[in-house]
């Protein structure tokens, strides 16, 4: 809402500085988003008076003008038709600036002298108006600077209304607050309608009201013989400064008393509403309906319309219609002051994804107390400055509403609130906000809500009306009483750390995405229909189609950070998210969300070092981190054969732990990388966490250090290469309890694979002889030779 | 005597020609090798008389000391040199850069929600998780905003289908678990919201923590003190904050908390929209319908919440001025974390 100052003096006689205002009005909760300071842009302009006006016929179109500038007498030449002699009129004297425009000349036309220029408001940067020339209120001083006339210069705030203040979504509205804030009372407007009116409205037009739910109050008001001419000066100047733009003498009227006082009007063209009557209702079926914006509008059953004798003029609360809008023929005018259920309006400006100035107030609710006031201030203004006659009277429908008083007891509000604030700065507090004392009491007191306030239907809000007052910086700053909660901890959290404290001590770096994805990148994935990663929940009104659906896996977003990181000259990379994703249940209303841990390596470790040579990452980098955690965490993944489509097979796993699938590990398709415009090799792997945080452990127990000391020995076997080492490694650790660990210590392959492995032996209870371990390592030769494919190497 | 000068010029030429430890053992051996030049001159005294004996012999036997001598103190300097030598081989040029270890970095959104949960898990706050995507009606209904409510323009909502939403506050997760327990009350909800909105200052996802204490007599002063001991621990024990009226549906009094600016101390400049201030979270005292909508009693209990953005205060804290660079994840901007 903007708020010019020089309008809300009209209200409040503000003195402090406007900055200190601006920060006592943020602190009640009006925050003051920003404070434009308005000055003419001209320079060298002077407030004439026209003395003398001749029409020169030689210079068609053209008048002399002589023009008293206060010291001097000047003539001008001038082409407008709407001056007359004693007006004031702005006079850019020779040398003078205007915005926009060369320097003004003095000049001869055929032996006139034109000293200077008289200005329209457009000249000077003062509106649009370029329809003649900008005649001064008269009690602007002849010979004064212009632009030291004080309307000219303004201060105006933009403040930001909470969207439970409606009621400050005007001029007086806000000037409520800013005399609560300063001990005054705001003044109501004051005006009269003219005395001269005529005849009786009943016998002009008729209203009816068919649903007083929707409709709890409607007035009609009625003027006649009015001009539909541009507003003056004054009127159009607050218009625009609080944001709307000026269009004619009664439209204006209404927009000027909605930002006074908060109640949207409409004024229709009379002699266009069929049958001369209006009726307040509810569309029963669809139609098609022309606002004055001249789009045609579905409206549906429930929305509010006002409708003449065939049907309807207006979509209530909304927009007019263009079939009874205002034109420059109109003459006759039946202004509407209504209030509409904020529900029926909102829900009708949403599903047309329409917002007007007066939606947007009905919307919130506003002042149903003010509804036929406003009407006659309006009806008031229109006379003044369009001429008419007023038709006398008014007709009005309206609904009995009672607001129930509230109880408020002055020991709740100084609990609730930390405080000790005594009963008469609380009754006063909200007293200076216009609430209405019903009831005083020793404990408390009754509160009586005015209708302008639809904010406030409880104790609390009460409560917090008085905060608002007494001022939070009031308020002490103190420790909760209560007593300590037992913490409860949290498991996954905990392990969802230590995974993150591994990963980035290992090299990784995390990365977030957004959980969305496209359609379009699980099959790029080769994802099959029937897998559950299909099964996902789409998002109905997306960002884009690249976001349009929840993730079910984490790999396309990852794969994206790598190209983009590629692209950008950086190839070796390390990276891993820990992120949700969502499958869609049948018959579920909410999905199920899984938590993802993914893993992607690209490049190789380091570019370079100069001691030594770096090698690619391989299928081993991502098994190795894979492996680190489980056993950091005493999970066992074994590795198989993987089945995803995007894998090379050749150098991938799928994982599993007690015969459950955690995930995948392995290279990224070449196919699949080329979607992605990626030209390197990519390592990734994906593991639901959600089952690993079932079975991690975090306590390990300690097992004394063994007081024996170990034998070490190692073997060499020539393998047939369809034998998988792990299962040979298996095997000799079965042999003997004794034995603690068989590791790999090297591999190769000439006419056959050579595999060598070392072997701990440990015991706990004594001190191993040679003999034991012997008698073992001949068990562990002679197990292994027997199967076919193993044998010796000697 | 002239024979035992020649001998002496002898031996020092032999002794000159020494140039390593190999030739310095050849020269020792020619000398004093039981083949050598002194064995030689000892089996010829054997044939002379008695008084030649005495005073060859002698001569002899300072010379070969003198020899002996002299071989003793070259072989000390070639060792000397062959250790220099040896020394210079094995330098190293210690300006050469030294094998860093490679480690990674956490996203700088993980590591912001890890301080701010610090903070409230010291002042006795347990953290609790909730689903991303919620039901309406605990992201709204529950929380005070029914669907005609305005303050539904505040939050564009993705829709998923009827009645189901993507949240778009971690709110919902204090209605779960209010409905799951009795009173009091301790928690702080970190983690990822949606809303419809994707620009310099908006991504579609971003991520939030919020927070809820509910007990027998919780005060708006409470508020005001647990929210200043987090705004000082997280920015700074000198930071000035104030606690300023604002609106929220499911909390009243409702207050935004600000703290003087970081980038102009609070002289206005661009960030802070020439105001010194800076929007730092919401919060406010838990509205009653709130209370009634999990079945707690407002007559009894009271109680306080509040919201803050990881993004918004993670620009804050490091200077970044577009959000979207979260999500980029580009490693220069991650690895300076």
């Not at chain 1, 210069?153 to 806000?174: A, E, H, K």
């Not at chain 1, 420059?328 to 829900?347: G, K």
């Not at chain 2, 210079?88 to 929600?113: E, F, M, N, Q, R």
């Not at chain 2, 929007?279 to 079945?295: C, W």
């Amino acid at each position: 809402m903007k708020v010019p100052l020089e309008w809300l003096k009209d209200f409040v006689v503000i003195d402090i500085e406007p900055y200190e205002l601006a920060e006592k009005l943020t602190m009640r909760g009006l925050e003051i988003e920003s404070i434009e300071k308005i000055s003419p842009q001209f320079k060298g302009v002077i407030v004439g008076c026209i003395k003398q006006i001749e029409r020169i016929t030689e210079l068609d179109n053209l008048s002399l003008c002589i023009i008293d500038t206060g010291n001097r007498d000047v003539s001008v030449l001038c082409g407008a038709k709407n001056i007359k002699k004693g007006d004031k009129v702005p006079i850019a004297l020779p040398g003078a600036e205007l915005p926009g425009m060369p320097a003004i000349e003095e000049k001869t036309i055929k032996g006139y002298k034109s000293v200077g220029m008289l200005c329209s408001e457009r000249e000077l940067g003062l509106s649009d108006d370029h329809s003649g020339i900008f005649i001064l209120p008269n009690e602007f001083t002849t010979g004064k600077e212009l632009k030291e006339e004080p309307v000219l210069n303004d201060i105006v705030f933009d403040i930001n209304v909470t969207p439970n203040r409606g009621d400050c979504l005007s001029i007086f509205g806000i000037a409520r607050e800013v005399a609560s804030i300063l001990n005054q009372k705001a003044k109501i407007p004051i005006f009269e309608l003219p005395k001269n009116r005529k005849g009786k409205i009943g016998d002009f037009i008729s209203l009816k009201v068919f649903d007083l739910e929707a409709c709890p109050r409607y007035v009609l008001r009625m003027i006649e013989n009015v001009d539909i001419v541009p507003s003056p000066y004054w009127m159009k100047r607050r218009i625009q400064r609080c944001g709307m733009r000026p269009i004619n003498s009664i439209v204006d009227v209404t927009n000027y008393v909605m930002l006074e006082l908060g109640q949207p009007l409409h004024a229709f063209d009379y002699e266009r509403l069929k049958q001369r009557r209006i009726e307040v209702k509810l569309a029963e079926k669809p139609i098609t309906f022309r606002t004055l914006d001249g789009i045609d509008r579905t409206l549906e059953k429930g929305d509010i319309l006002i409708c003449d004798g065939e049907g309807p003029v207006a979509l209530a609360g909304i927009m007019g219609g263009e079939n009874s809008e205002i034109t420059d023929t109109t003459r006759v005018i039946a202004l509407e002051s209504a209030y509409f259920n904020p529900l029926f309006i909102r829900r009708t400006a949403r599903r047309l994804g329409l917002k007007s100035e007066a939606s947007l107030r009905f919307e919130k609710g506003i002042d149903l107390e003010n509804v036929d006031f406003s009407a006659q201030r309006a009806i008031a203004l229109m006379h003044e400055i369009a001429g008419g006659i007023v038709i006398d009277g008014s007709i009005e429908i309206k609904d009995a509403k009672k607001r129930e008083g509230i109880f408020v007891s002055f020991g709740k509000i100084n609990e609730v609130l930390g405080t000790s604030i005594d009963h008469s700065t609380i009754l006063n507090a909200l007293r200076s906000i216009d609430l209405h004392i019903v009831r005083e009491e020793e404990k408390g007191f009754v509160v009586s809500v005015p209708w302008f306030r639809h904010d406030i239907n409880e104790y609390m809000d009460i409560v917090e009306e008085v905060a608002r007052i007494y001022g939070y910086d009031n308020i002490p700053v103190t420790t909760p009483r209560s007593p300590l909660v037992q913490f409860k901890k949290n498991k996954k959290n905990k392990i969802v750390s230590k995974v993150k404290e591994f990963l980035v001590s290992s090299g990784f770096f995390e990365v977030i995405n957004f959980a969305f994805l496209s359609e379009k990148d699980i099959e790029n994935f080769f994802i099959s229909k029937d897998d559950e990663r299909f099964s996902y929940v789409q998002i109905l009104n997306p960002i884009s189609k690249e976001y349009g659906i929840m993730r079910t896996f984490m790999a396309p977003n990852v794969i994206r950070n790598i190209a983009y990181n590629i692209n950008r000259g950086i190839k070796n990379a390390r990276f891993f998210e820990i992120g949700k994703v969502f499958y869609s249940i049948k018959n579920e209303k909410l999905p199920r969300e899984d938590i993802h841990l993914f893993l992607a390596l690209t490049g190789r470790e380091r570019d370079y070092y100069w001691k030594e040579q770096y090698k690619n990452f391989d299928f081993f980098d991502i098994k190795g981190i894979i492996e680190g955690i489980g056993e950091r965490f005493g999970i066992n993944f074994v590795f198989q054969k993987t089945k995803e489509p995007f894998l090379e097979k050749k150098y991938s796993a799928d994982v599993f732990s007690e015969g459950l699938k955690f995930g995948w590990i392995g290279e990224i398709k070449k196919d699949v990388l080329d979607i992605y415009e990626i030209e390197q090799k990519v390592y990734c792997g994906e593991i639901n966490i959600m089952p690993f945080i079932e079975r991690a452990i975090l306590d390990f127990k300690y097992r004394s250090i063994p007081r024996y000391p170990q034998v070490v020995r190692d073997f060499s076997f020539f393998v047939d290469e369809n034998i998988p080492a792990s299962t040979i490694a298996d095997k000799i650790k079965k042999i003997s309890p004794l034995i603690i660990s068989v590791g790999i210590f090297d591999m190769f392959r000439k006419e056959k694979r050579s595999i060598s492995f070392r072997v701990v032996f440990q015991s706990y209870e004594e001190t191993l002889r040679d003999e034991t371990v012997n008698e073992i390592q001949e068990r562990i030769i002679k197990e292994l030779t027997k199967i076919d494919g193993i044998s010796l190497r000697v | 005597m002239k024979e035992i000068e020649e001998l002496r010029l002898k031996i020092d030429d032999r002794l000159a020609s020494i140039n390593n430890l190999d030739s310095w053992s050849g020269v020792k051996a020619e000398l004093l090798g039981r083949k050598g030049l002194f064995a030689n001159l000892i089996d010829r005294i054997k044939l002379l008389s008695k008084e030649e004996k005495r005073i060859y012999g002698q001569s002899i036997n300072t010379l070969k000391a003198y020899a002996e001598n002299r071989l003793t103190e070259i072989k000390a300097q070639l060792e000397q040199k062959q250790k220099e030598i040896a020394d210079k081989a094995s330098w190293i040029d210690i300006t050469l850069p030294g094998k860093v270890p490679l480690v990674g970095k956490i996203h700088p959104i993980t590591k912001v929600i890890s301080e701010i949960t610090e903070i409230f898990v010291s002042l006795g706050f347990s953290v609790v998780e909730g689903p991303e995507i919620e039901l309406d009606y605990y992201n709204f209904e529950a929380l005070n905003i029914p669907s005609d409510h305005p303050a539904r323009d505040l939050q564009d909502t993705f829709y998923i289908k009827e009645g189901v939403v993507l949240r778009t506050h971690t709110s919902p997760v204090e209605i779960r678990v209010m409905e799951s327990q009795l009173p009091p009350v301790r928690i702080i909800s970190p983690g990822a919201v949606y809303r419809c909105d994707n620009d310099i200052s908006h991504t579609p996802m971003f991520h939030q923590v919020e927070g809820l204490m509910v007990d027998k007599g919780i005060r708006f002063s409470d508020l005001k003190g647990i929210l200043t001991i987090f705004i000082h621990e997280m920015f700074g024990e000198d930071t000035a904050l104030r606690f300023r009226p604002s609106y929220f549906p499911f909390t009243e009094p409702s207050a935004e908390v600000d703290i003087c600016c970081v980038i102009c101390g609070g002289k206005g400049c661009r960030v802070c929209k020439e105001t010194g201030w800076l929007e730092i979270l919401g919060s406010g005292m838990t509205h009653p319908q709130v209370f009634r909508n999990v079945g707690y009693d407002p007559e009894e209990v009271t109680g306080f919440a509040f919201g803050l953005g990881v993004e918004r205060i993670a620009m804050l804290k490091y200077g970044i001025d577009d959000i979207r660079q979260f999500y980029y994840n580009d490693l220069r901007f991650i690895s300076q974390f």
